[in-house]
């Protein structure tokens, strides 16, 4: 048996229509419409109300350096429409949380916490927090 859903397709576009229960993969080639339904039904739990495919082509690209062309391999999009009540987690857009936090000095700052895609955290600092001079400006870098 080959493998249907090769990868979700996440971009700008496709995170917009996410929210209209739209939701955007990259196929195999010989698959049907049929077969891409079961296949996002069985991976996600969902119920699947259509499917719409569209075969993209491959682009002529020229190198850089020299005077060079090379063709990239066109692949089969599929945009599958799910039940108006249900989601894929997968294209969920993470939702921002505001922390305080005190530092050495007994300083509260706060803190706007926020998750990527692949589930990892990422903290930015606010300027002139409560407590700290307007001048005074820090980074915290996580999520690695």
Do not use: C, W
């Not at 339904?37 to 682009?59: H, L």
């Not at 799910?82 to 921002?96: C, D, H, M, R, S």
Request: glycine share 6%; aromatic share 4%.
């Amino acid at each position: 048996m080959h493998i249907v859903l090769k990868r979700p397709l996440i971009t700008e576009k496709s995170m917009k229509l996410a929210d209209k229960h739209l939701y955007t993969f990259e196929v195999d080639k010989n698959a049907t419409k049929d077969a891409i339904a079961k296949a996002v039904t069985d991976k996600f739990s969902v119920k699947v109300v259509g499917v719409k495919t569209i075969n993209v082509k491959g682009e002529r690209k020229s190198q850089r350096r020299v005077r060079k062309f090379y063709h990239t391999t066109g692949f089969k999009k599929a945009i599958v429409q799910v039940g108006k009540t249900q989601k894929i987690a997968l294209f969920e857009t993470p939702k921002e949380e505001e922390v305080t936090v005190t530092t050495a000095e007994g300083e509260p700052i706060k803190l706007k916490e926020k998750k990527d895609l692949l589930g990892r955290t990422k903290v930015r600092v606010e300027k002139g927090g409560a407590g700290a001079a307007p001048t005074t400006q820090r980074k915290v870098i996580t999520g690695k």
